[in-house]
Each structure stands twice: as structure tokens, then as C-alpha cells.
């Protein structure tokens, strides 16, 4: 934890050094992006911070990430965090860009021209990949572009999933998002219809005739990376017949270790035998869902009715094996199975892309950083940074983590933005254009820039077309009619 004395006091001692505003630009305007740049204006009087996106709405996964029957649960969480956001776009001290892209809109090196700091925290879009076998197959996705998909995201908004060609889907994986996906398959559309989720997506779903969703993972109950309140959701659904094999359930001493060091592991797998022990499996024609174990992704198959389409998954067959109880890995057995399945998600993990003149590690696809410094090089003995870059969030410690998370790694990543300015690291003796340059730079570029008064242009139009339709929001999904309502 930041010691907060401390930072104000450096903050202070700055304020004396030099007349002009410090100016960061933070990438990005996710969680990571909004609570570094709250952490910066709380902190430090003179800092002066702009967020840009490539998106002309803000929040990141916060919008188009968080499943949209989520904002129903008691605490709201995704509306306290957005509204704790919102105040933080209006401090004067702030300015969001929205519709700004880096890598394309402007370069990296032209950002650290303009601001005496960087923060790069923009997420990660991108996947983990298999490398199996037929990957390539139609009706074979990635958990994040389904997500997008029935979120709304302008990028996705036709990705348009064949959900009428089968009744069977598996998903790869067995984390909260994999859990979000296939309640989104499984839930009565009456009750998602109450949600903002987008209006393509809930036409689909209606018509869908996906009845049975196998959730697999390569590991075993006690592995499961769910968590016990997002895996009682799904549980919970109406009309669901929940199908756990009982001999899966069976645990070894390097289980019982693993449960008795982590209390989440301890709590998903009582769920899960709870749910197998109480006979979740109702009478036939109700919506299924399997938990399958140990079973480790081996190629996909293509149909044999439906030429060059999905037609079903090869898994291996796998026992753990690991020294380490708290690292049990799967081990192929060289048994293998087949699930038939006309669509597959894959949901193993999302990936950040790297960007122009940015150190980027490929093989963990992170920014290589210490604390939220990024590194120029990390590979020689003296560790060398790059001055005045820093990294959070998602693309600081890779794809995992709640909304809270990126508020603890917010403050590590302004803990050395903090050091930088008390070592003289990091001065604004020389002016910096900030955001007037910016502004003139994307101007010249002919850019539509939405600020973020556009942005709450496009936050009413969605308000008022949901109130019509008794539900949050109607979200606006393509970038036509989001760059219009911002812009006009
Ligand atoms: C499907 C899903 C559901 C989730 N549900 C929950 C939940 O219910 N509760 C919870 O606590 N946590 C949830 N999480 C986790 C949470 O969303 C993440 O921890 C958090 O959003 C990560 O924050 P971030 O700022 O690093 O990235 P992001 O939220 O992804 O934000 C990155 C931002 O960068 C922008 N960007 C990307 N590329 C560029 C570029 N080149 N130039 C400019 N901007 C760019 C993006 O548009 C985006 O706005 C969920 C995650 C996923 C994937
Ligand atoms: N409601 C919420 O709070 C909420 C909702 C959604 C997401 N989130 C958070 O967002 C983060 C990302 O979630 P996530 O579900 O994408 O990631 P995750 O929690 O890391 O889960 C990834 C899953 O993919 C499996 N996997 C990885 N590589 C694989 C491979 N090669 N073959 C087969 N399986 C593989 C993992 O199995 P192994 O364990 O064997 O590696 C694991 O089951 C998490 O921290 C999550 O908690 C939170």
C-alpha cells in the first residue's frame, strides 16, 4: 500500500520546483487507465492528466467486458465504479480523447513528445491461441469476441454466431469468463432482455437453439478458476439442469493440500460437489450444463454433415502431476475423447497486443516492467528503464484480476511515477504541448476526437432508447451512429 503522506509531501516539494503542469497522458481509459489517473490528480496538484481510447465510450471492460445481467446484483458494482469514473473525467484537471487510437491515431513516440509521462494501460484484445488442430474452423471463437459481440462492441457487433445450426456448445476453459459465456447461452432471454446486453445479441439468443453447453477444463474441480460467488450465479439458473460426473470429484492429498492454502478453490469445489450430490440434473428438454474435467484441448473436427464447419472437440484425456500441490499441471494420458458441438469458445485467456517503438514480452504478453516502470531492456544485468513510460493494469500483470485489482496496481504504478518526481527523474522544467498539442496533432490528421461531453451525448441517447424499452440502456453499437451522437 502507497504510503499517502509520503506522496503528498513529494507532490508538495514538486509544486515548488517548477510553474508549469506536469502533463501525463494515461492510454487506455479502463479501470486501470481511470484509477491511475484519479490516484495522479488526488496526489499530485500540479498534474494535469488527459486519457485517450480508441473507442469513443469509455470504461473499457467495464462496458463491454462485465456481462450484462451482472449490474442486476445488489452492490451494482460496474455503476459504482462508472460513476466513480465519471467524476474523476469532470476534475479540470482532466481530459478524455475518445475515438484516439495509439498505434494508429498517433504514434508512441509523438505521446512522449507531447507529455512529460506516459501511462500505458490499454488492456489487452487480444487471445491466447490452442495451437491445436482445425483452430481455424468456422463456428470456433474466442471467448472475448462472443463477449464483445453481446455487448455491444462496435468492432463485433457482426460477428453474428451461428446459434441455430446445433444445440450443443463447449466452452475451453473454466474461469469467471467462461462462466459469464455460457450463462449468456444458457439464461431464459426473458430475463437478459431486462439487461443492456445489445439488441443483436438478444435476437439471436431468442432464436438460439443451443440447449446443452459442455464447460471444459484441462484440470480438475480443486483447479477450477472460477470463483464460488460467480460459480453460485450459474448454478443458480432457472430451469438448469447442472451434469457433474461424480468420479471426477474424487480428490488427492495434493488436492486437499491445495484447498486447505487457498479458500476460493476450497469453496468452488463444495459447490460443485454440492451441486452433483443434489441431483442439479432435472427432467430432459430443460437447457443442460456439464462440468467436464480433465480434459485437455486436442483438435477440433469438422462436421461431417456440414462440410468445412465445426462438427466436434478431440480432447485428451489427463491426470495431474506437479511436486508442487499449489501447481498441479494436466498431463495427457494418451486416452482420448470426442464432443460433438457446432460452436466452441474459447476461453483460455485474453492477450495484449504490442504496439510501435514499446518493449513488449511476446512469450507472457505484458509490457516488461518493475512496479509499473517499463523496462527498455530487461534481458542485460543493470536493469535500464524507459524514462517517463509506465504500464498498468491488464497489460502491466497480464489477463487477470477484478476491477478492484487494477485499483491496488494503479497504486503501485503511481508509487514510482511519485519516486520519478522526487528523484528529478521526472520535471516538467520544459513545457510540454499536453493537450492543446495534442489536439492541434489530431485536428491536422482530420480525426474525430470525442470528449467526453460526447461521450455522456451517447450515454443519454442509450439511456433514453432503454427507458423505452423498460431496460438500462440501449446501447449504440455501431461506429457510425456512436461517432454521430457524440459528434453532432
Ligand atoms: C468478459 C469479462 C468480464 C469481466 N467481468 C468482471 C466483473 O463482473 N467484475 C469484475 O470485478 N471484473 C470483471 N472483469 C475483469 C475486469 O474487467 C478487468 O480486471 C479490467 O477491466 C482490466 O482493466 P484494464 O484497464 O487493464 O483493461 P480494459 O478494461 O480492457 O481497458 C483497456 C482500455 O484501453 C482501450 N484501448 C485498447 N487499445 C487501445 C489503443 N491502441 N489506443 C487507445 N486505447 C486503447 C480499450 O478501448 C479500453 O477502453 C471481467 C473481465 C472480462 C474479460
Ligand atoms: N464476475 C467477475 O468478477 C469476473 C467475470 C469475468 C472475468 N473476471 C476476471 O477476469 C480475469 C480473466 O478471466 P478468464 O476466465 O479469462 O481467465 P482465467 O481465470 O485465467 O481462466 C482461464 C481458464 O483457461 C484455462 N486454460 C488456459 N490455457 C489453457 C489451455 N492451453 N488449454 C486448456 N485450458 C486452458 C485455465 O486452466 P488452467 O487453470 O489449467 O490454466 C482456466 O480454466 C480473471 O481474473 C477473472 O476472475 C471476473
Given at each position: ?220 474441480p480443486v483447479?477450477a478458476?472460477c470463483?464460488?460467488?460467480?460459480l453460485?450465479?450459474?448454478l ?6 447442472i451434469?457433474i460426473?461424480?468420479?471426477d470429484l ?18 468452488v469445489y463444495e459447490l460443485l460437489s454440492k451441486a452433483a ?14 462440468f467436464?474435467f ?195
Amino acid at each position: 500500500m502507497v504510503n499517502l503522506m509520503k506522496l503528498r509531501l513529494i507532490s508538495r516539494r514538486f509544486s515548488s520546483f517548477s510553474s508549469n503542469p506536469l502533463r501525463v497522458c494515461v492510454v487506455g481509459s479502463g479501470p486501470a487507465g481511470f484509477y491511475t489517473a484519479e490516484k495522479l490528480l488526488k496526489t499530485h496538484e500540479r498534474v494535469e492528466v488527459d486519457i485517450i481510447d480508441r473507442l469513443p465510450t469509455p470504461f473499457g471492460l467495464v462496458r463491454s467486458g462485465v456481462a450484462p445481467d451482472h449490474p442486476e446484483t445488489k452492490e451494482n458494482l460496474p455503476q459504482i465504479v462508472t460513476n466513480q469514473f465519471t467524476r474523476v473525467a469532470q476534475n479540470e484537471r482532466c481530459s478524455f480523447f475518445g475515438n484516439v487510437s495509439l498505434g494508429s491515431s498517433i504514434t508512441l513516440a509523438e505521446l512522449r513528445e507531447m507529455y512529460n509521462a506516459v501511462v500505458l494501460s490499454y488492456g489487452a484484445e487480444s487471445d491466447r491461441s490452442l495451437g491445436i488442430p482445425g483452430e481455424k474452423l468456422p463456428g470456433i471463437y474466442a471467448a472475448r469476441e462472443f463477449v464483445w459481440w453481446y455487448n455491444g462492441h462496435p468492432d463485433y457487433r457482426d460477428l453474428d454466431p451461428d446459434l441455430k445450426s446445433t444445440d450443443t456448445a463447449v466452452i475451453l476453459g473454466q474461469g469467471n469468463v467462461a462462466l459469464d459465456v455460457a450463462r449468456i447461452l444458457l439464461r431464459p432471454t426473458a430475463e437478459l432482455a431486462k439487461t443492456d446486453i445489445a439488441v443483436h445479441a438478444l435476437n439471436a439468443l431468442e432464436e438460439s437453439s443451443i440447449r446443452k453447453v459442455y464447460l471444459v477444463g484441462r484440470r480438475g474441480p480443486v483447479q477450477a478458476a472460477c470463483t464460488a460467488k460467480e460459480l453460485r450465479e450459474i448454478l443458480g439458473t432457472k430451469d438448469l439442469g447442472i451434469h457433474i460426473q461424480q468420479a471426477d470429484l474424487v480428490t488427492t492429498p495434493a488436492d486437499e493440500i491445495e484447498m486447505k492454502n487457498n479458500r476460493i478453490r476450497r469453496r468452488v469445489y463444495e459447490l460443485l460437489s454440492k451441486a452433483a450430490s443434489t441431483g442439479h440434473a432435472r427432467v430432459p428438454s430443460q437447457r443442460e450444463l456439464h462440468f467436464v474435467f480433465f480434459r485437455k484441448p486436442d483438435g477440433f473436427l469438422e462436421s461431417d454433415g456440414r462440410n468445412g464447419q465445426l462438427g466436434g472437440v478431440r480432447f485428451e484425456k489427463t491426470t495431474l502431476k506437479g511436486d508442487d500441490e499449489l501447481k498441479q499441471v494436466a498431463v495427457g494420458t494418451g486416452v482420448h475423447e470426442d464432443i460433438s458441438c457446432g460452436l466452441a469458445l474459447k476461453s483460455i485467456g485474453y492477450k495484449s497486443v504490442p504496439i510501435e517503438d514499446l518493449p513488449f514480452d511476446s512469450y507472457k504478453g505484458i509490457v516488461p516492467n518493475i512496479g509499473g516502470r517499463v523496462l527498455a531492456d530487461a534481458s542485460q544485468d543493470h536493469m535500464k528503464y524507459e524514462t517517463g513510460l509506465y504500464v498498468c493494469g491488464w497489460l502491466k500483470r497480464g489477463p487477470t484480476g477484478i476491477i478492484g485489482t487494477n485499483l491496488y496496481c494503479a497504486e503501485e504504478t503511481l508509487a514510482c511515477i511519485s519516486d520519478d518526481i522526487e528523484k528529478g527523474i521526472l520535471t516538467s522544467n520544459s513545457p510540454k504541448p499536453g493537450k492543446e498539442g495534442l489536439a492541434h496533432l489530431l485536428d491536422s490528421r482530420n480525426q474525430r476526437v470525442v470528449s467526453f461531453d460526447g461521450w455522456e451525448k451517447i450515454d443519454a441517447e442509450e439511456k433514453r432508447r432503454g427507458n423505452l424499452k423498460n431496460k438500462p440502456r440501449e446501447k449504440l453499437t455501431t461506429w457510425e451512429e456512436l461517432l454521430k451522437v457524440a459528434c453532432e
